[in-house]
């Protein structure tokens, strides 16, 4: 079953929490949050007391996206403000392994993202130690883009190459997804889907949710 993770950077956050409850009588059971630094991306989001202050009032998986250099720097707050999952980026690290086995110390599952123009050929060798990979289907930074066709590729190749030598890594994607283009990235073999203003951007954000499961189980 495909999962929906929707991003938090959507949110209107004069009532953040207003917005998050409307997904606790649906399927969800992740919730996207993206750490940006304003370095590796050209853009700042929100920083560790917003986490904090999420995690008090909600119980979903917390997938953390972190868009920031160097993030094996801030692996000890994340986990002490309830962070579950953290992906950090393949260009981000000068030690990439050692901020994996970091991650994994601090008993926190491991995702791996590249940007757009990265080779995903370059994961490849990393898939056996991480729990995800983040396919960017746009450029990272910012909310609101387009969909680039050609991240299709990339988890095409993924798909084959976990199915293949059966590592079990989930593939998520995330960047200008929407109902109309939805089922076309499903068929390419995605676990998780990240969807930001398409969620949060609507009056009534239960019913555009249960339109994505729906397509899901199409």
Known sequence: MVELSPSVLACNFSHLQEDLNQLKNTDVKYLHLDIMDGIFVP?????????????????????THLMIEEPIR?????????????????????DLKATINYIKEKKMKVGLSLKPKTDIEKLFTYLKDIDLVLVMSVEPGFGGQSFMDSSLDKVKKLRRYIDENKTNTLIEIDGGIKTSNL???????????????????????????????????S
């Open 74 to 94: 801030y692996i000890d707050k994340l986990k002490e403000v309830g962070a579950d999952l953290v992906t950090v980026h393949y260009e981000a690290c000068k």
């Open 183 to 217: 089922k076309k990235v499903v068929d390419y073999g995605v676990d998780i889907v990240v969807s930001g203003s398409d969620i949060f951007g609507k009056d009534d954000i239960k019913s555009q949710v249960d339109k994505y499961y729906e397509i899901f189980k």
């Open 43 to 63: 853009n700042i989001s929100f920083g560790f007391g917003v986490i904090k202050d999420i995690r008090q009032a909600n119980n979903f998986i917390f997938d």
